[in-house]
């Protein structure tokens, strides 16, 4: 079974500092990837980065870096410099990649973000 | 190149009433997902198409119906809308490679059952 674990309900944090969004995780295939996406108040889904379970190297978008951690199973999110416009909701998400057939992503609960001038 | 797009973005139903989302994506992709996202909680997958002419179920299917239309368009009925089924329901696709690509997402439906 997998399982994607976000155990922060709601953030906070001020502008211009640095935020992480933990992530943890549970899976039985050996290869997976670790998304992140963020959802602003107006609803739609946006992809903010990735990292797949064999990339040496962890994933950096911009002001966004994924903190991977494959023994600790986590993935979190680093935000640096936080803007207001970074106030949403974020979720993890996974998806397998040799069991998992159709690409199906598993997504956690989500942590709301609220960033403060 | 409009990406994924769904109707209606608001629907009211009472109980009983059936209805179907649309969903039709632009970009070619093979597979194509239903998700619904209740406050709190994260998307959980519905049903999903991995290509077109094959429908399989998600976590939560009861309650719904699907049909992959064609390569584009990827539908959700309710044939008995319950109070349980108020929800953001959301389609997303995506291409056919393995890899890092992501899925992409619809703008949503908000579905409210009275």
């Known amino acids: 079974a997998q399982k994607i674990t976000q155990t922060q309900p709601g953030m906070f944090v001020q502008e211009k500092e640095a935020v992480t969004l933990d992530c943890t995780y549970d899976?039985?295939?050996?290869?997976?990837?670790l998304f992140w996406y963020k959802q602003p108040s107006s609803g739609e889904m946006i992809f903010l980065i990735y990292?797949?379970?064999?990339?040496?190297q962890n994933a950096t978008e911009g002001r966004y870096s994924l903190n991977f951690q494959k023994a600790r199973k986590s993935a979190n999110l680093v935000i640096s410099a936080s803007q207001l416009g970074d106030s949403a909701m974020y979720f993890c998400?996974?998806?397998?990649?040799?069991?998992?057939?159709?690409?199906?992503?598993?997504f956690g609960q989500g942590t709301e973000l609220s960033v403060k001038p | 190149n409009a990406g994924v797009t769904q109707t209606p973005k608001f629907q009211v139903l009472k109980t009983g009433q059936s209805m179907t989302l649309q969903c039709a994506q632009d970009?070619?992709?093979?597979?194509m997902y239903w998700y619904r996202q209740d406050p709190g909680m994260g998307l959980r997958l519905i049903y999903y198409?991995?290509?077109?002419?094959?429908?399989d179920k998600g976590e939560v299917p009861n309650g719904y119906n699907v049909s992959r239309l064609n390569k584009r368009e990827f539908s959700l009925r309710l044939e008995s809308a319950a109070p349980s089924q108020t929800s953001v329901y959301f389609c997303?696709?995506?291409?056919?490679?393995?890899?890092?690509?992501?899925?992409?997402f619809g703008p949503g439906t908000r579905l409210t059952v009275t």
């Open positions: 970009m070619n992709h093979n597979s």
């Open positions: 990292q797949g379970s064999y990339d040496q």
């Open positions: 998400a996974m998806r397998g990649m040799i069991y998992n057939q159709g690409g199906k992503l598993i």
């Open positions: 997303a696709s995506r291409p056919p490679e393995q890899g890092s690509y992501e899925q992409y």
């Open positions: 899976t039985s295939d050996p290869s997976y990837g």
């Open positions: 198409s991995a290509s077109e002419g094959t429908t």
